[in-house]
């Protein structure tokens, strides 16, 4: 019986080694597959805070309690947003992290990336259900999701019991 044990072991070895290596990671940032193909972990799709990527382009989303200002980022989905605008929408709250509203018609995604993790002030589109995202809280990567602008620091407390916002472009920009 103790050697039918070590006959069976023999050749499961070498599986375990091949599916341990198979998802290791070389140098912690990307996980390699044993294709070699090189995938992007979520942290890497973020878009970065910096003033460079967002475009002079300023919004005003008026709510109930005042009003919250926005940037949008450079990318094809906030200039088809801004084409949009000036627009009103009922706002739902979904998962107690973000609101959401369903857009008149689709954004591009031409060049985004195939999602990213958003951040609390993050306004998004999300391509697979057309809608737009404003997030009052930190969530985990989703794809689909594309990063489209950020509300000022102190202004998102203002959307998290409003229903019913009117997003502009800022005229006093």
Known sequence: MENMKKILMIPVLPGLVLSSSACSSDSGDTARFSTNRTVKTPEQTRIPDHSDSLMNMKLNIMTDK?????????????????ALLPLTLMLEDFNKTE???GLPKGLSTSGAPNGYTPHKGDI?????WGNLCIFYRDFRY?????????????GISKLTTSHSVTISLDTDQ
Do not use: E
Not at 67 to 77: E, K, M, Q, T
């Open 124 to 128: 998004a589109f999300y391509a697979p």
């Open 99 to 101: 609101k959401i509203a």
């Open 66 to 82: 005042g009003v919250v200002h926005a940037r949008l980022y450079d990318n094809a989905s906030a200039k088809d947003f801004i």
């Open 142 to 154: 989703s794809p689909g999701l594309v990063q489209l602008g950020k509300t000022d620091d102190d």
